[in-house]
């Protein structure tokens, strides 16, 4: 079983409308927790990083949010725009190995 | 502009030939991953070195890949004999990562991947 678990798988939103993304992780222990955008054709870019101390962190529009208690991460994406549409990773590391843990990514979709 | 560099970005092969495919890191970082994307299995972990070591490769057939780091500018991940299996895209990145057991928060950065088509 993957330790780190994403849904949507995909999501289809209109242009201008707010989305959730969430991420449910298992790896522990916990060391800090990365949202990487990729666009098609393009390698993952980061987004934002949550480390254990932080509940909430945005930039620009995308705010991401952590409950390290419940092992729960969301990427908040406020009036998206066309660009928007990529896939977005939820990478965890653990604080032991310094290893990365990649979930399967969801792929979001904006249309005019 | 410090980017992680792919070549080449597209390869089409035929079954059974050796492909090559180079990275170069951004410098002064001291991690450099190789994974694999497919539409089925996302990303998926092949190798990393760490200070050109190789520390994890066991998401790596190594019958037929075999991934190296012949100087802190280099990493290579060579396929030999290709298969149709691994027709994906190939992505590279690297980091600075604290070593041992201390906490860190370092980024990894991706090149832009090469596209390998085995037919």
């Known amino acids: 079983k993957n330790q780190v678990e994403q849904s949507p798988q995909s999501l289809i939103i209109l242009e201008g409308k707010n989305c959730t993304l969430q991420c449910n992780y298992t790896v522990s222990p916990f060391s800090n927790l990365r949202w990487y955008k990729q666009d098609t054709g393009r390698g993952p870019v980061s987004l934002t990083i949550m480390t254990f101390s932080e509940n909430t962190k945005s930039n620009g529009r995308y705010t991401a949010t952590l409950d390290a208690d419940t092992k729960q991460s969301s990427l908040h994406i406020t009036a998206s725009q066309l660009s928007d549409s990529a896939s977005y990773i939820c990478?965890?590391?653990?604080?032991?190995?310094?290893?990365?843990?990649f979930g399967a990514g969801t792929r979001l979709t904006v249309k005019p | 502009d410090a980017r992680v560099t792919q070549t080449p970005r597209h390869k089409v092969t035929e079954m059974g030939q050796e492909v090559t495919m180079r990275c170069q890191p951004i410098?002064?970082?001291?991690?450099v991953f190789w994974y694999r994307q497919t539409m089925m299995q996302g990303l998926e972990l092949l190798a990393y070195?760490?200070?050109?070591?190789?520390?994890?490769d066991s998401g790596m057939p190594k019958d037929r890949f075999s991934a190296e780091m012949p100087d802190a500018t280099l990493a290579t991940l060579k396929i030999q004999p290709s298969e149709p299996r691994d027709s994906a895209v190939y992505f590279c990145a690297s980091g600075l990562v604290a070593d041992g057991r201390r906490t860190n928060t370092g980024e990894l950065f991706f090149g832009e991947g090469s596209r390998l088509t085995v037919l």
């Open positions: 070195f760490r200070n050109r070591a190789p520390l994890d």
């Open positions: 410098l002064g970082h001291n991690t």
């Open positions: 990478v965890v590391s653990d604080s032991y190995n310094n290893d990365m843990r």
